[in-house]
């Protein structure tokens, strides 16, 4: 999973992108249309978040029979 | 000198190492728009469910928001991190949330028990002559004055479960009529014996609340659900008022709407009695046929169509 490039969400891509521009207050000043396109996908994003996390709490465990681990007869 | 120029360029250098990497980047940017995410459950460490009667009214309305009216959210949060005061933000969430919604809340403190319902049942013991407030009701006794109801519905439960059944039966003969005036009619009369199966029109909000019922969440399914209900229920009582102004601008309307009630409560009548029914037993009990029974008592006169109404057949 290491190998998996992070999410490219709106939100982080205009902050990254007015880091260059920004003046002042920590945060950009951005057209209210880009902001809430940016927060609605902000706030998918985590709700799918959290219910795969939901999702992962209930997930059934797996054997596996041919994994050898050492250190098991210690 | 060089060490101002370092500090004047630290917020520049922190936020680029912010950027640099993936969590503290998403961690910056929902610290910038969704910052009610982290502090959501504050007053409740153990947090699975939000708690709306924990939190004040202004979180409240930003977890609606956040839920239902991203829009509405983001420009909330924007106007916190200008400074904007509490007041201000209220405003904008009522405002906001106002053009999405039927019936828009007037205070977030409303927002704690959900959707608002707009509750215009109908309930003879509950009506007040006095009200000032209330002018349709010079208009609608005079309506269940025909079914031998009054002010105050002090009358027996027979009589009332009589008119009622009247009702459906002649709910039941418009059916088949086309003619939008008896639509209307049917709307009149299902509101006013509460059932027309919209829970807007067939609940006061007392009655609602007595009942027993659970209001809806906030949650998309339940604003759209809510929202038809109450867009329903505004047409129904549009309609029903209507039928009203029709019935008093149409004599020939009103005189076979009349007959019709006191020609299906007579065959009420007669049915009971040749089916002897048994008085000491309580009148819930005694059950009553099928409305379908009776609908050939009642007998509706040809009505004309509005233009818009010639206009769509053609």
């Known amino acids: ?74 | 000198m060089a060490a101002l120029a370092d500090l004047q360029n630290s917020p520049l250098l922190l936020s680029a190492l912010m950027d640099s990497d993936p969590r503290l980047a998403l961690a910056n940017a929902i610290a910038w728009l969704d910052p009610a995410t982290l502090t959501k459950g504050a007053a409740d460490p153990r947090y699975i469910e939000f708690d709306y009667d924990a939190e004040d009214h202004l979180a409240v309305g930003l977890h609606v928001c956040r839920e239902c009216f991203p829009t509405v959210y983001a420009g909330a949060i924007q106007l916190q991190w200008q400074g904007a005061g509490e007041r201000a933000i209220e405003r904008f969430i009522l405002e906001g949330m106002g053009a999405y919604l039927v019936v828009p809340p007037q205070d977030l403190e409303e927002l704690r028990y959900g959707p608002s319902v707009d509750f215009c049942g109908l309930y003879l013991h509950t009506l007040e002559p006095e009200d000032a407030d209330n002018p349709p009701l010079d208009q609608l006794l005079p309506v269940f004055g025909l079914f031998g109801l009054s002010a105050g519905g002090d009358e027996p439960d027979e009589v009332q479960s009589t008119a009622f059944m009247t009702a459906k039966v002649l709910v039941q003969s418009l059916t088949t009529r086309r003619e939008p005036v008896y639509g209307d009619l049917a709307n009149l009369l299902t509101w006013l014996f509460s059932f027309s199966g919209n829970t807007a029109i067939d609940y006061t909000e007392e009655a609602f609340w007595e009942n027993g019922y659970d209001s809806a969440e906030w949650t998309l399914h339940d604003v759209a659900l809510i929202d038809d209900i109450n867009r329903e229920a505004h047409e129904h009582v549009t309609s029903a008022f209507r039928a009203m102004n029709a019935l008093e601008s149409d004599p020939d309307l009103h005189r076979a709407f009349r007959r019709n009630i006191k020609t299906v409560t007579n065959a009420i009548h007669k049915y009971q009695q040749q089916k002897g029914t048994d008085n000491a037993r309580p009148h819930s009990q005694r059950g009553y046929p099928d409305a379908a029974t009776f609908t050939r008592y009642a007998r509706w006169p040809e009505r004309p169509y509005s233009a818009f109404h010639v206009r769509a057949a053609h």
Do not use: N
């Open chain 1, 1 to 74: 999973m290491s190998h998996i490039p992070p999410v490219e969400l709106q939100a982080v891509r205009l902050l990254h992108d007015a880091r260059l521009t920004v003046s002042g207050g920590w945060f950009p000043t951005v057209p209210p249309d880009c902001i809430a396109q940016a927060t609605q996908e902000l706030i998918t994003y985590t709700q799918a978040c959290a219910a795969l996390l939901d999702k992962l709490k209930y997930l059934a465990p797996i054997i596996i029979p041919t994994l050898e681990i050492p250190e098991w007869p210690l």
